[in-house]
Nanobody
């Protein structure tokens, strides 16, 4: 079983940067894709970014394209989300997620079967 642990959240001013990390432990060889989602108060959890573990292809929500970059470190079984030019509307709890089976769709929440506990990101104006 894979466990996911996020870190790196915090409070930052608008225009600032943060880097989130998600460390996967356990049987990580069965991971096909990993993603970042976020959930603001009173809102649905939404897709932010995803990466196919083997090929390294990345996908982004339009709202973060050009500002956020997702990457992976295979040796550390860790994915990162570098967030630049942060805006107050980026404020949310950010969740790391993993697919343990292949899915053509890696941007939809139901296709992920493992989730981290979340880390709070707050962007002040």
């Amino acid at each position: 079983q894979v466990q996911l642990v996020e870190s790196g959240g915090g409070l930052v001013q608008a225009g600032g940067s943060l880097r989130l990390s998600c460390a996967a432990s356990g049987r990580t060889f069965g991971t096909y894709a990993m993603g970042w989602f976020r959930q603001a108060p009173g809102m649905q959890r939404e897709f932010v970014a995803a990466i196919r573990w083997s090929a390294g292809y990345t996908y982004y929500a339009d709202s973060v394209k050009g500002r956020f970059t997702m990457s992976r470190d295979n040796a550390k079984n860790t994915v990162y989300l570098q967030m630049n030019s942060l805006k107050p509307e980026d404020t949310a709890v950010y969740y790391c997620a993993a697919q343990t089976g292949y899915s053509q769709d890696i941007t939809s929440k139901p296709t992920y079967d493992l989730w981290g506990q979340g880390t709070q990101v707050t962007v002040s104006s």
